[in-house]
Every structure is written in structure tokens, then in C-alpha cells.
């Protein structure tokens, strides 16, 4: 079993910045490739970004690639979401999740765990 507790979400205004964290216990957490995902009132849970444990490949979706940095310290078992310049689209409920598989998915079936979300608000 794998632990995830995110943290750091907000308000912030349009252009802003937040540091979302997601801290794993449980189980190896070098051994899991990790994702964000985000999941905005009345739509549908989406991929945002993802990283290997294998190489530490980083994958975006596209509407946040140049603004939005996944990295991870294994050392200290959490893997990061760095938001910069801040639209009001980016507000939704922002999930970590770990994937035993050595690549980044962005299918979110084939992640095994869960945190409970962070909220993000961006305001215009």
C-alpha cells in the first residue's frame, strides 16, 4: 500500500504561482512513476503531468507545457508540481497519483494510488 498526501493548493491570482507537493509512504516510492491529474467542476478527471522512476521522463499536457514542472526528490519520498503563470482554466481539484509502470501513462487507469486533491483556484 502506497500513501499520498498532496498539499499546497490555493487561491492565486491570474499569472500567479503555487507548489503543489505530494508526499508517498508506504511503499518504495522510487519504484513508482507518479502523475497529476486535475479535475475541474463538471468535467471529467484529466492528465496533467507525469514522471518515470525509471529516467525520470517528464510528460504535459499540451496546455500546460512552458508553465507547469513535474520533478521529484526520492530522497524525501514527494514529487512536486511547479504552476506558473496561473489561467483560471488551471482551477480544479489537483490529484497525485503512483503508477507502478515504468513509463508515464496519461490513461489514469493505470494508476493504483490516490491522494484525497488539493484545491486550486485561479482567479482573472
Known amino acids: 500500500q502506497l500513501q499520498l498526501l498532496e498539499s499546497g493548493g490555493g487561491l492565486v491570482q491570474a499569472g500567479g504561482s503555487l507548489r503543489l507537493s505530494c508526499a508517498a509512504s508506504g511503499r518504495t516510492f522510487n519504484k513508482y512513476t507518479m502523475g497529476w491529474f486535475r479535475q475541474a467542476p463538471g468535467k471529467e478527471r484529466e492528465f496533467v503531468a507525469g514522471?518515470?522512476?525509471?529516467?525520470?521522463?517528464?510528460f504535459y499536457k499540451d496546455s500546460v507545457k512552458g508553465r507547469f514542472t513535474i520533478y521529484r526528490n526520492n530522497a524525501r519520498n514527494t514529487v512536486y508540481l511547479q504552476m506558473n503563470g496561473l489561467k483560471p482554466e488551471d482551477t480544479a481539484v489537483y490529484y497525485c497519483a503512483a503508477d507502478p509502470s515504468p513509463d508515464v501513462s496519461q490513461n489514469s487507469l493505470g494508476y493504483d494510488y490516490w491522494g484525497q486533491g488539493t484545491q486550486v483556484t485561479v482567479s482573472s
Open positions: 514522471i518515470s522512476w525509471s529516467v525520470g521522463t517528464t
